[in-house]
Structure formats: structure tokens, C-alpha cells
Nanobody
Framework: QVPLVESGGGLLQAGGSLRLSCAAS????????MGWFRQAPGKEREFVAA????????YYADSVKGRFTSSGDGPRNAVYLQMNLLKPVATAVYYC??????????????????WGQGTQVTVVS
């Protein structure tokens, strides 16, 4: 069973907005933070945003700063990603992930222990 489930993906025009959601499914766990990554066809999975529950800090890739906002509910292991002013280059499968290790960084795939199955976001011009 997939421990995290994403939703909210879809097809939209450039300049539009989309809100992704991610929630724990079935398995009980405690996370130190959760993050969003995306993977476009033929490219490596890249960091988008993360939130650390203990201090409430959020982190963003430079390419999305000012347009994307991450929020969430730590005790429920739920995280959201509000994406505004979307561009065609944002087209990718978006994955959420949970950090169970209290890693010093939350920007690398190796910092995460649990992953969702991904949700497709397609932005057309």
C-alpha cells in the first residue's frame, strides 16, 4: 500500500493555478517534515518545496519561489502545494514525500523515506 497519496493534478493553461494535496494513507508514522518533488519526462526528480514541522519553516527551489506555497498539517502528515502562475516547464509528475529521519536538509530525495505515487501536472501554452 502506498503510504502517501497525492491529488489535485490536472491539465491547465500557462498562467493558471493549481493546488496539490498529499495525505498519509493507512500507515501510521511521525514525520519531521514533508516535501514536494517533480519529475519531467527524461529528467531527474527535482526538489520543489518542503516544510519542516518543528519550526514551521518552508523551503523552495529557486525556480518556484514567489509563485509556489507549501503548507501542511504535521500531526496528520498532510501537505499542500499551491502553485500560481504556472509555466509549461512545470509540466511533470509531482510527488510528495515524508522525512522520518530529522535530516538537516530537506532538498534531496535521500532525505525522504516515504513517497507517494505521484500526480500529473500538465501546463500548456
Amino acid at each position: 500500500q502506498v503510504p502517501l497519496v497525492e491529488s489535485g493534478g490536472g491539465l491547465l493553461q500557462a498562467g493558471g493555478s493549481l493546488r496539490l494535496s498529499c495525505a498519509a494513507s493507512g500507515r501510521t508514522f511521525s514525520s519531521y517534515g514533508m516535501g514536494w518533488f517533480r519529475q519531467a519526462p527524461g529528467k531527474e526528480r527535482e526538489f520543489v518545496a518542503a516544510i519542516r514541522w518543528s519550526v514551521g519553516n518552508t523551503y523552495y527551489a529557486d525556480s518556484v519561489k514567489g509563485r509556489f506555497t507549501s503548507s501542511g498539517d504535521g500531526p496528520r502528515n498532510a501537505v499542500y502545494l499551491q502553485m500560481n502562475l504556472l509555466k509549461p516547464v512545470a509540466t511533470a509528475v509531482y510527488y510528495c514525500a515524508a522525512n522520518l529521519q530529522d535530516s538537516s536538509a530537506l532538498e534531496f530525495t535521500a532525505d525522504y523515506d516515504l513517497w507517494g505515487q505521484g500526480t500529473q501536472v500538465t501546463v500548456v501554452s
